[in-house]
């Protein structure tokens, strides 16, 4: 719903949204941590980009538990890249907990150092509901069930590491 469909359909669960009712619904079901987060031209506080999750208290937790519940009365515009990052970070899994059953996440440990990608890939595994991750750090994808390898133009499944250790 964020761009409009030029061709084809796009369904969940067998159901087609249609109508910006149906998006906003469907927006509950899937979250999403984009690879360039957005600060706004506006002045938008980090509490209400937590607050957009559906559920304040897990984002806010999240928060917490990746430093940066100390700036949610900052604007977004003030926070650096990391801390944008794991702003995004923590609305997802306000999202989760508010019920979505998706999390689509294009780059999410992109701006984070070292510390922070593996902390980051830790929450995103540990989340109850199937993560969709496009990534280039391969220790985020060492952790995830199944990863798929673009290369040369041809996609192709490689074995998990986990999967190879095991």
Same mark, same amino acid.
């Given at each position: 719903?964020?761009?409009?469909? @030029? @061709?084809?359909?796009?369904?969940? %669960?067998?159901? &087609?949204? /249609?109508?910006?009712?149906?998006? *906003?619904?469907? /927006? ?7 690879? &360039? ?9 980090? &509490?209400?980009?937590?607050? @957009? @999750?559906?559920?304040?208290? =897990? ?13 949610? %009365? /900052?604007?977004? !515009? ?8 794991? $702003?995004?970070? =923590? ?8 019920? #979505?059953?998706?999390?689509? =996440? !294009?780059?999410?440990?992109? =701006?984070? *150092?070292? #510390? ?21 750090? &391969?220790?985020?994808?060492? /952790?995830? *069930?199944?990863?798929?390898? $673009? ?16």
């Amino acid at each position: 719903g964020l761009h409009p469909v @030029s @061709s084809g359909a796009i369904a969940v %669960d067998g159901d &087609r949204a /249609r109508t910006a009712r149906d998006w *906003d619904r469907r /927006r509950t079901v899937a979250a999403w941590i984009s690879q &360039r987060q957005a600060s706004g031209r506006f002045p938008l506080l980090a &509490r209400e980009l937590l607050v @957009s @999750s559906g559920d304040l208290g =897990a984002a806010l937790e999240a928060g917490e538990r990746l430093g940066v519940a100390d700036f949610a %009365d /900052r604007p977004l !515009d003030t926070l650096s890249g990391g801390q944008l990052q794991r $702003m995004y970070l =923590a609305r997802a899994v306000g999202c989760v907990a508010a019920g #979505a059953r998706l999390l689509l =996440a !294009d780059e999410p440990t992109a =701006a984070l *150092d070292f #510390a922070g990608q593996a902390e980051a890939a830790e929450l995103l595994v540990a989340l109850p509901v199937t993560v969709l991750v496009v990534t280039h750090d &391969r220790t985020l994808a060492d /952790r995830c *069930d199944r990863v798929l390898e $673009m290369a040369d133009g041809r996609l192709r499944e490689i074995p998990a590491r986990h999967e190879e250790i095991a």
